[in-house]
């Protein structure tokens, strides 16, 4: 799909367009490696896997922020792990559990607490500077 739509925002390469053909149910190994091979044949770099990580945080913190996902939803793809490097960042990494069910045993706080303190730090990270372009 993001392949179609970047086709039809202007950008042809001959990758792409095979891409855009491809279902759904094509091995995500080789859809990454035509999807790099797209961008290369357009001249864009794709971003170091550690900033474009911390710009995913900063736009799922936003996402919770306005409601599209509930702090639940932050429990999953690893959050945690992310290597954060501003206090903004580390506060709201830190409050992300592996799973739910962990949530009173590592951190000692009771779902509702948890939900509010996530929801403050995901503010403070959403307003605070920008790690860099398109952030």
Known sequence: MIAAEA????LDTP???ELAGWPRTAD?????TAFE???????IE?????LARRHALRRLAARLVAGEVGPADLTTDDWW????????????????PQ??????????LDQQTW?????????????SAPVGPGC
């Open 115 to 127: 939900a509010a303190e996530l929801r403050t730090a995901a503010l403070a990270l959403t307003s």
């Open 7 to 10: 086709l039809a925002a202007g």
């Open 28 to 32: 995500a190994h080789d859809i990454r």
């Open 99 to 108: 799973c739910v069910c962990c949530l009173e045993y590592t951190l000692s």
């Open 37 to 43: 091979q797209a961008l290369s044949e357009s001249g």
């Open 15 to 17: 990758t792409l367009c």
């Open 46 to 50: 794709l971003p170091d896997p550690r």
């Open 81 to 96: 792990e992310t290597e954060a490097e501003t206090a903004e960042e580390r506060s709201f990494v830190e409050l992300i």
